[in-house]
């Protein structure tokens, strides 16, 4: 590397300069308190954990996205985290261990090997919450309706919401006792909408005609909430669970749409989020003109087991460099006051007094030109000093 390209970053990796800094900080204390609000505790898991236990888990999902480093001091593999969800599923089962409902909120940064997204972004501040103990569909709307207001917050009152349930592909999959090879290919059809292929898959396995219909209907099954009606006669018979899962759907949707009437909903029944560890309610919000989802969440019950307590869960994330782009929130400008450097008690004590009443306070040193705006100064007069207009 030559002494010119020492000043580049890595691709995918940024960095925040004052102004856009200050809107992150801003946000991030507004976000959490928020949180705090509706009862979520902070928790800050460490930046790097030993590898065995980072990737346990819902964490397994993430192996190709993690940074691996030796630790000096152990020589164990270690990873930088790509997401909170299993650090904090390790905290809740190990640190904790109380039996009631746990709310657990965090904020900070990840970093992934790959960009996440259209925005080739390596490395966002993932902000979340998520809830305990509870396997209930209320917990998801609590879950849900938090991540709704967090967006309020930043701006956003109007998302799409996209909803989703994965126990509905899974359970249909068993129920036509679908081979791991044909489970996989289909739900990489449905991933990428190919129909027709999907199609002539479906027709060269061993499945019954109405198994055959289901398996072709479901990813058709998109659009507004009117799918839920039609998801009911279509897929009729296919099992307790998955007429279970629809009725959620449609009490989410009517209990989200009484508390925010401005949000918009989409339904796609075939939807495979991108972490394995999912196992209910799936949901993800956009912006018109935005291509990313802005925040993503779900159910993914018994993450804990492996660290020795299985609970059910459910909680959602968002990158917080994401929220502070698509909003129009601006740094709070404080009064700026220029004063002296001089040794002198009472003119600390009256710096000190100004700073404690929110104004922002430059002590000049000589030969400073203040890199800010400058709207009072601090002068001295008869030995009192005084804050004056800077223009006078």
């Known amino acids: 590397m030559t002494l010119a390209d020492r000043w580049l970053l890595p691709d995918g990796v940024d960095e925040s300069l004052p102004v856009q800094a200050g809107r992150i900080e801003n946000l991030r204390r507004a976000l959490l308190d928020l949180h705090h609000s509706w009862g979520y505790q902070l928790v800050i898991p460490p930046l790097l954990e030993y590898l065995d236990s980072l990737l346990t888990g819902a964490g397994s999902d993430l192996d190709n996205e993690t940074f691996k480093v030796i630790d000096q001091l152990s020589g164990r593999m270690m990873g930088i985290r790509a997401d909170f969800t299993s650090q904090v599923a390790r905290i809740d089962?190990?640190?904790?261990?109380?039996?009631?409902?746990?709310?657990?909120?965090?904020?900070?940064?990840?970093l992934r090997t790959v960009p996440s997204g259209l925005d080739g972004t390596r490395s966002p501040i993932q902000l979340g919450a998520e809830l305990y103990g509870h396997g209930g569909v209320e917990s998801d709307?609590?879950?849900?309706?938090?991540?709704?207001?967090?967006?309020?917050?930043?701006?956003?009152?109007?998302?799409?919401?996209?909803?989703?349930?994965v126990d509905i592909v899974r359970d249909l999959m068993a129920v036509c006792d679908l081979t791991d090879f044909q489970r996989d290919t289909i739900a990489e059809f449905y991933k990428t909408k190919d129909l027709p292929e999907l199609n002539r898959f479906v027709s060269s396995i061993d499945v019954s005609k109405e198994q055959s219909d289901w398996l072709n209907a479901l990813p058709r099954l998109c659009g507004d909430a009117s799918v839920l009606e039609k998801a009911a006669l279509v897929l009729s018979g296919v099992s307790e669970k998955t007429d279970l899962a629809l009725k959620e759907l449609l009490l989410v949707k009517e209990t989200v749409s009484l508390r925010f009437p401005d949000v918009r909903f989409h339904f796609d029944l075939s939807d495979l989020v991108s972490y394995n560890y999912h196992t209910g309610l799936v949901f993800a919000a956009y912006l018109p003109g935005y291509g990313n989802a802005i925040a993503r969440?779900?159910?993914?019950?018994?993450?804990?087991?492996?660290f020795g307590r299985s609970r059910p869960a459910t909680g959602f994330s968002a990158d917080l460099k994401t929220l502070v782009m698509l909003s129009d929130g601006e740094v709070e400008k404080r009064p700026v006051v220029l004063a002296p450097t001089e040794n002198d008690i009472a003119l600390w004590d009256a710096v000190s007094k100004l700073r404690r009443e929110g104004f922002k306070v430059v002590q000049a040193l000589e030969g400073e030109i203040p890199a800010v705006d400058v709207d009072f100064k601090l002068i001295c007069v008869k030995g009192d000093w005084q804050t004056i207009a800077a223009d006078l």
């Open 93 to 110: 089962a190990h640190c904790l261990k109380g039996e009631s409902i746990q709310r657990l909120c965090y904020c900070g940064s990840v």
């Open 141 to 165: 709307i609590e879950i849900l309706s938090l991540m709704i207001e967090t967006l309020s917050v930043v701006g956003i009152s109007a998302p799409v919401l996209d909803l989703g349930h």
């Open 297 to 306: 969440g779900g159910r993914y019950n018994n993450i804990g087991e492996v």
